[in-house]
């Protein structure tokens, strides 16, 4: 058993309001280094498959299917082994 981590994110060059709205206001709060700020989302998915290859497929089909809107986003994922209590 695996657990995901999938990260959704606006691509480069989509507008990121939500990102800009939240700079705005770091700025305002006195922290004018903070610049460039992005929003996403992440999903933790646990996956019964060991097989690098048969998560990969899945991450993607779901991924391109349903959890981003590949148009305007893009995803990567990080594969976490999980030991299992016995």
């Known amino acids: 058993m695996k657990k995901i981590e999938l990260f959704i994110t606006l691509q480069q060059q989509v507008l990121d309001t939500q990102g800009q709205t939240l700079t705005r206001a770091v700025h305002d709060l006195g922290y004018p280094q903070i610049n460039d700020i992005r929003v996403g989302k992440v999903l933790y998915i646990t996956v019964d498959a060991t097989a690098d290859s048969e998560i990969e497929q899945v991450i993607q ?3 391109e ?3 981003a809107n590949t148009v305007i986003e893009e995803y990567s994922y990080n594969v976490i082994e999980v030991k299992e209590n016995h």
């Open 65 to 67: 299917k349903l959890f």
């Open 61 to 63: 089909t779901l991924s």
